[in-house]
């Protein structure tokens, strides 16, 4: 078992910057991946960003080249780091975990959101 925590969300001004944490606890030598997901209201839930145990990356269309994605701690802390904000970008955002037994882990979530 994998247990994720998120935090870092909060109000931010259109433009601004904000960087959200992941610790992730448990199993964690069985992840193989972990990302950021985010559901907006009304909407569903899409990837944001990924990032593999090489340090390999990727992001969605909409975020590449304002989000980052990094890890630290031997794969305990996966953070986003968002900067350029728009409103668009206002979600709940949450941390996931993909094992090496092809289990998907989850956290609960943190909300951003982008309003003047």
């Known amino acids: 078992q994998v247990q994720l925590v998120e935090s870092g969300g909060g109000l931010v001004q259109p433009g601004g910057s904000l960087r959200l944490s992941c610790a992730a606890s448990?199993?964690?030598?069985?992840?193989?991946?972990m990302g950021w997901y985010r559901q907006a209201p009304g909407q569903q839930r899409e990837w944001v960003a990924t990032i593999d145990n090489s340090n390999s990356t990727n992001y969605a269309s909409s975020v590449k080249g304002r989000f980052t994605i990094s890890r630290a701690n031997a794969k305990n802390t996966v953070y986003l780091q968002m900067n350029s904000l728009k409103p668009e970008d206002t979600a709940v955002y949450y941390c996931?975990?993909?094992?090496?037994?092809?289990?998907?882990?989850w956290g609960k979530g943190t909300l951003v959101t982008v309003s003047s």
């Open positions: 996931n975990a993909f094992s090496a037994y092809g289990l998907n882990y």
């Open positions: 448990g199993s964690i030598l069985s992840i193989v991946v």
